[in-house]
């Protein structure tokens, strides 16, 4: 099982440089988890490129009506974030060692407790699930 994290999705939805590799990814991997906090990042990564002119409104809306259908469709796995994920990375941010952001921390908290790998464009927060010994794949 894996879990993506936002970086992936808006790679996968949006076109981006690392689309195709990512979109290989996706597909190579049935049902990957995501949560509530991917499905929010995701429209907000979206309005942030309508608003600095890379995306037009249009598309915007017709990439959040793909992502829902894929939604409605079932080809995610859905993770509930619980208090136990928010613990686990407040522990992580509050040791100081890595440079784990508020929202990254999070989406490792639940790959850890969820025992899935991560999967992620993100460098630092690969280089955190390296340093936390969590299995992760990064796209490159």
Not at 51 to 76: T, W
Not at 111 to 132: G, M, P, S
Request: with cysteine.
């Amino acid at each position: 099982m894996y879990y993506l994290d936002t970086s992936v999705l808006a790679a996968y939805y949006c076109p981006e440089p690392l689309s195709a590799k990512v979109e290989e990814l996706v597909l190579e991997y049935p049902t990957p988890s995501i949560s509530h906090l991917s499905e929010l990042e995701l429209v907000s990564a979206i309005a942030r490129k309508i608003r600095e002119k890379g995306l037009s409104s249009e598309a915007g809306h017709k990439i959040i009506n793909l992502f829902q259908s894929h939604l409605d469709h079932n080809l995610y796995r859905w993770v509930a974030i619980e208090h136990h994920h928010y613990r686990k990375a407040l522990s992580w941010v509050s040791q100081f060692n890595t440079p784990l952001r508020t929202l990254d921390a999070l989406h490792l908290a639940i790959a850890a407790t969820e025992n899935v790998a991560l999967i992620t464009a993100d460098r630092q927060l690969a280089e955190a699930a390296k340093f936390y010994g969590i299995d992760f794949v990064q796209v490159k």
